[in-house]
C-alpha cells in the first residue's frame, strides 16, 4: 500500500510539472523564429508616424510590406528580415501607439518592436519583455517657438508644456521641473498626433519628447523654422528592439542583427564593398561575412546572414545617415551614437 501511495505521490508530482512547464511555454513564446520562416515573414510593431524614424506614404498604392515604410526603425526590421530570409521585404510593417505596442507583443500580434521605446526595468519585469540592445542613444528634450528667446530648460519656468501620456517622457518630465523647483502647466494627450496638434496650435508653449522624435515632429509643424529644439538632454533613453522573454534563439537574431551592422561599419564593410569584402582575408572580415567560422549556423541561419543584411541594408552608418543622418531631412548628428572609436558610445561586441 505504502509503495502504491509512493508511486502516487511520485505520478502526481510529475503531473503537475509538466503541467508548470506548459504553461511556461504557454506564457512565454519560444517558436518565433520557426513561425516567422513558416509564416515567410516578420511582423514589425512600428510607430504610426515619425519621420525619419518610421513613416509610410499615406498616397503610396502599396502593401504593408513594401517601399511605402521608410525610417531608422523599418530599415532594421527589414535587416532581420534580410538575415533570415535574404530579402528584406519580407517585413511587414504593423503600426502601433505607444500605450498598446507593449501588450500587442505580448499577444504575439508582431514579433519584434521596432518602435523608439526606452530599455527600462520595469518595462522588461512588467512586461517580460527583453530589449535585446541599444540601437539609438538618445534623451528626453524640449521643443519651443524661436519667439520665446529661451536657450536653457532652466528658463522654462510657466511654461505650458505639451507631452504625450503613458510615456517616460512624461514621467521625466515632472521629475525634471520637480527637481529644479520649476513652477509649470503639464497638458496630456494619449495619442502624439493629438500632443502635436495642440503645439502647432499655440494650446501650449512648449513640447517635449525624446530629442529624436523633436526633429522629426518638427518637419511636420505649420512653420518649421519658427521652431527651435534646446540642447538640454534631461534623461537617458536608450531605445531599442523589443522581443518577448524566454525566446532565445529569436533573442539572439535581433541582437546579433544589430551588431553585425555596427562591426560591419567599424570595420569599413559597406552595401557598397560588400563584394569586395567577399572575398577578404583579413580575420575580422572573414568571420563578419561569413567566409570564417559557422556563426551564422549557431544562430539558425546561413553563413552569409551578415552579408545579406549588409548588401540589402547597409552597416549601421548607412542605416543613420539616409534616415536622420546628415542624407536625410533632420540632420540630427551623430552624437552618442557615432562609433565608440570616433568619440560616441556604439559599440558592438565582436563576432569571434
Known amino acids: 500500500m505504502r509503495t502504491f501511495r509512493g508511486g502516487l505521490l511520485i505520478g502526481l508530482a510529475v503531473a503537475i510539472l509538466v503541467a508548470a512547464v506548459a504553461v511556461t511555454y504557454e506564457r512565454y513564446d519560444t517558436r518565433t523564429l520557426k513561425r516567422t520562416v513558416r509564416r515567410g515573414d516578420v511582423l514589425c510593431g512600428v510607430n504610426k508616424g515619425l519621420p525619419g524614424f518610421s513613416y509610410r506614404d499615406d498616397t503610396a498604392s502599396m502593401p504593408d510590406n513594401e517601399s511605402g515604410w521608410t ?202 564593398n560588400i563584394d569586395e569584402a567577399m572575398k577578404s582575408k583579413k580575420p575580422e572580415v572573414m568571420r563578419l561575412v561569413g567566409t570564417d567560422g559557422n556563426y551564422g549556423e549557431q544562430l539558425g541561419l546561413t553563413k552569409d546572414w551578415a552579408a545579406r543584411i549588409i548588401r540589402h541594408v547597409g552597416n549601421y552608418g548607412e542605416m543613420y545617415d539616409r534616415n536622420i543622418g546628415s542624407g536625410s531631412k533632420l540632420k540630427i548628428p551623430r552624437g552618442m551614437n557615432q562609433l565608440w572609436n570616433a568619440g560616441g558610445v556604439q559599440y558592438a561586441p565582436p563576432i569571434r
Open 71 to 272: 525610417g531608422f526603425d523599418v530599415d532594421f526590421c527589414r535587416a532581420v528580415a534580410a538575415a533570415i530570409f535574404n530579402d528584406p521585404n519580407k517585413a511587414r510593417f504593423i503600426a502601433l501607439d505607444a500605450n498598446e505596442r507593449f501588450k500587442e507583443l505580448q499577444s504575439r500580434k508582431v514579433d519584434i518592436l521596432s518602435r523608439n521605446s526606452t530599455w527600462s526595468m520595469a518595462r522588461e519585469l512588467e512586461y517580460d519583455l527583453y530589449f535585446p540592445a541599444v540601437a539609438y542613444y538618445d534623451g528626453a528634450g524640449f521643443m519651443l517657438p524661436r519667439s520665446r528667446n529661451i536657450d536653457s530648460a532652466l528658463d522654462l519656468s510657466g511654461s505650458k508644456v505639451c507631452v504625450q501620456s503613458a510615456t517616460t517622457t512624461a514621467l521625466h518630465l515632472t521629475d525634471y521641473f520637480r527637481a529644479n523647483n520649476i513652477k509649470y502647466e503639464e497638458v496630456k494627450f494619449d495619442k502624439l498626433d493629438d500632443v502635436v496638434k495642440a503645439y502647432d496650435s499655440g494650446k501650449c508653449d512648449t513640447l517635449t519628447a525624446d530629442v529624436s522624435q523633436l526633429y522629426a515632429l518638427r518637419l511636420n509643424l505649420t512653420k518649421p523654422g519658427d521652431h527651435s529644439i534646446l540642447p538640454d538632454m534631461i534623461s537617458k533613453e536608450p531605445l531599442a528592439p523589443v522581443v518577448r522573454q524566454r525566446d532565445d534563439d529569436w533573442m539572439m537574431i535581433v541582437k546579433w542583427t544589430l551588431y553585425a551592422m555596427i562591426n560591419a561599419e567599424e570595420l569599413g564593410v559597406t552595401s557598397k
